[in-house]
């Protein structure tokens, strides 16, 4: 029996039998969102948020459970620079999971919603073995009726980032091994893996800027998102991305040092951040800083396909929900 | 700690926190899709299909678990009377399956997609320990720009059945007791329950008439949907449902007698028949069966809140997929 080990398998396998344009989808698999024709376009998206695999009961509390699995989702429309509108939600319930577990996961859900002006559409309930959340996800474009997708970033355009890279990778780390201690030590890191920002506001402000070549959100982590990013691209495009150590948070610095690491490198690798990160022309990323004063540059698009973190050639893996 | 031990429940604590209708959502929870305001509308909806609660590998092939989990999604959309555009597939993908369960699983997936010329427009895969698949899926309406939602019967009007009810609960009980050998005395039962007819082209025509004044797919069985459709319309409505023996399919008659119960119950009971049901004008009636030779008339709308079967009075659980 031939094993599919890793999620490229499955890609590759679903692009084999499923098309992923036509006259309806005007932007199909691949990017953050795939696009709807409607005379108002919609842009849709689904995660699922699955015990012992992307979360864990032991240190994630029910409402933080209720507040990522719909904030992953929000923020792939985000990462379109789209505003969220309404979502489906499936719940896979275990039957040990009693009203003191869901009237905070519900109320968390829901005040996120709310934030966001969101509404519950519609869904569906099974039992289950695992505590499961499927959720689907859609938004409408900004006044403008633009969506940004991943392409069209070009030679000299800057990379820039909303948020930090490797917060939460810090955060997942120390939970994993301190268990729900590790938030007296590491407070911000945890908090970015528990409960996530969103970035909506942004994403709208970047979607308004003619100067924004693309845009998507760091699930990932730029080790692997990057060269997403880039492949998504006309050409052959490189970059140099520069994230020194006087950038990064004192937390990713500490967890680094305690586990003889370079910080850069963790920073880099990453994983669940939900940062923004997207290229701008460099005409335009001084005129975005002033609407949005926290994007950062941190490297610029290159000629070839190389990759250079803080000066050197860079290969390596991010974080894979997949095969984790 | 008190348990959440119903749907109901669920709905009920949902319903608590989340608004169901907004200026976006113009048919909120509770029917078979949401309605989300674009200038032309989508319908949406979402199922789940979990191993060893909806499905068992054990009597399900790779192909009929690929096409099952698509068609229950699509019955919803044909239940609106719309016709379905394209689909978010999340599947929970356990470590042991290799490429001889997936390749069958997504070409009848994909011959189904294509035979209602549906596009997969994204999704997300994620390991896990029993195979799960959740798919959301869209539709438009017909060319009048009509969704049948479930409510609006009168008095009076005529109650209609597309597909047999009964037929897929005896596929399922004799796949539990007899395994894959069920197939061999309930030929027809068996692929009622494993593969189940799509009635989109039907739920379209119903949709063009304007006589007709509710529509749904019988998911769970007469007992338990025809309340939920009674429960959608104006006013304290009951039914007359008529399913004499001698209109039902001899397999489902065989398969009572063996088990010494009414024949006419087990139908009644049924349970993922994916029939369209709905009601219509006694006059309109007429004319829809011209157009669509195969539609029964199985009862009426009658006032007061009673529901009869055959005459009696009737009050029973369907099925449940929750509680199950």
New interface residues.
């Given amino acids: 029996?031939?094993?599919?080990s890793s999620?490229q398998d499955?890609l590759t396998?679903?692009d084999?039998?499923?098309?992923?344009?036509?006259g309806?989808?005007t932007l199909?698999?691949g990017d953050d969102?795939?696009i709807?024709r409607?005379?108002?376009e919609?842009c849709?998206?689904?995660?699922?948020f699955?015990e012992d695999?992307?979360f864990r009961r032991s240190y994630f509390s029910a409402a933080d459970i209720g507040y990522k699995s719909l904030a992953v989702n929000i923020s792939d429309i985000a990462a379109m620079g789209g505003r969220p509108?309404?979502f489906?939600?499936?719940?896979?319930?275990p039957p040990s999971l009693?009203?003191?577990f869901?009237?905070p996961f519900?109320?968390a859900?829901?005040d996120l919603?709310k934030t966001n002006n969101i509404?519950?559409?519609?869904?569906?309930?099974?039992?289950?073995?695992?505590l499961?959340i499927?959720i689907?996800v859609?938004g409408e474009p900004a006044e403008n009726g633009i969506f940004l997708s991943r392409g069209n970033a070009k030679i000299g355009d800057i990379l820039f980032l909303h948020g930090q890279a490797g917060m939460a990778r810090t955060g997942l780390l120390a939970l994993e091994e301190l268990g729900p201690q590790a938030a007296k030590l590491y407070p911000e890191s945890v908090k970015a893996h528990l409960r996530p920002t969103m970035r909506v506001k942004e994403g709208l402000k970047l979607a308004a800027s003619s100067h924004v070549r693309g845009l998507m959100d760091l699930s990932d982590g730029l080790a692997r998102d990057l060269p997403r990013f880039l492949n998504c691209c006309t050409g052959s495009l490189g970059a140099e991305i520069s994230l020194p150590e006087s950038s990064l948070h004192p937390e990713i610095i500490h967890y680094a040092k305690s586990k003889s690491a370079s910080a850069c490198d963790h920073a880099y690798l990453g994983g669940e951040d939900y940062a923004l990160f997207g290229a701008v022309s460099a005409k335009g990323f001084k005129e975005l800083t002033s609407s949005i004063p926290d994007l950062k540059a941190i490297g610029k698009i290159t000629a070839g396909s190389k990759i250079y973190l803080n000066g050197a050639i860079y290969a390596a893996d991010g974080f894979d929900?997949?095969?984790?």
């Fill in positions: 029996m031939t094993q599919l999620e499955f396998l679903i084999k039998y499923f098309p992923s344009e036509n309806h989808i199909g698999r969102c795939s709807l409607t005379d108002k919609l849709i998206s689904k995660d699922l699955l695999i992307h509108k309404g489906e939600l499936g719940l896979i319930i009693g009203i003191d869901w009237e519900f109320q859900m829901s919603a509404i519950l559409a519609g869904g569906d309930l099974s039992k289950g073995q695992y499961g499927s689907t859609w929900h997949f095969s984790k």
